[in-house]
């Protein structure tokens, strides 16, 4: 089955039923705080847990969203909680703690209940840039080892924010720190990213089911919803397949980034900080801040099984193609 997102000005095409036989189907369920599990929220722990998981494996997600329409259908926490949701299955699964998800960043719709903190395209951020420098700081300075931003916002400049910062910090640091959203991990299952379509809503649906009313949507077009029409395309199901492409990929790199070498974190810095470079660069002449973006579910379809798999010289191979 094809499968076409579009989300503002990028668009991308992938195949989203390849992946179904090879994502293996573990049990999820809507609640991420069952009874009996491994407690891996950060500001829940006692310094005695703290310890404990961090010697078992040191580290740390942090999950970025904002205040932000999307659409009726949903709740104006989507980026942040759905991104949480991910990070805490990723945890429990493959190990690590996370912090408490940041609310606000680059960007948002000029739509009710929006709160923009700083402006759509402006990659010069100097709120979020710096916040996530001292808390990179912090994390290290409190002993964990790798790093991992998911940011549930995705416009242009966040995106660039994020992963510019996550390369530096990875740098300054030693150690690894993966900055990107969500949506990156899963493009070979057809969620190039939208905005409250198919790909978010669908995520919410699985995620958290009872915040999610399709019932409230109107025809087409939906104010403040960029993508496939969530009405007819959104469900679980494609929401159950997202999250675990992206938990799945997620749980590996938390339980393998501590122990990368330094050679091994190089190829890493390596490949982000091209991608990163080429988005930031691209507009050139043009303008436009979404122009590495207009072919990124073809050329990096593989960007999440690659970053998994270590496979770093095939991804910065591929951001030549952007
Ligand atoms: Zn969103």
Known sequence: MKRKVGRREFIGTAAAGALLSSVSAAPETADANRPN??????EFLRPKEIEEAQAECPTVFQPLGTIEWHGVHNVVGVDAVKAHALCVRAAKRGGGLVAPPLYGGVGGM???HTFVMEPENDVFSVLLRPWL??????????GFRAIIILTGHYGAAQQIVVRETAVRMSRALAIPVLGTPECTL???VG??????????TSLMMHLYPDTVDLSRLGDPPHKGVGGRDPKTTASAEDGRLIAETIVSRLAVLARKM?????????RFIESEATLVANQLSAPRGKGAIWTAWR????????????LAEERFEEIKASVEKL
Do not use: F
């Open 37 to 42: 599990e491994r407690e891996v929220r950060l």
């Open 110 to 112: 000029d739509e009710p």
């Open 133 to 142: 420098e001292q808390l990179c700081r912090e994390m290290a300075r409190d």
């Open 186 to 188: 899963a493009m070979d």
């Open 191 to 200: 969620y190039i990213g939208d905005h409250a379509a198919w790909g978010e």
């Open 258 to 266: 501590p122990t990368w070498d330094y050679k091994t974190l190089d």
């Open 295 to 306: 072919n990124i579910g073809s050329a990096m379809r593989d960007y999440g099984k690659q």
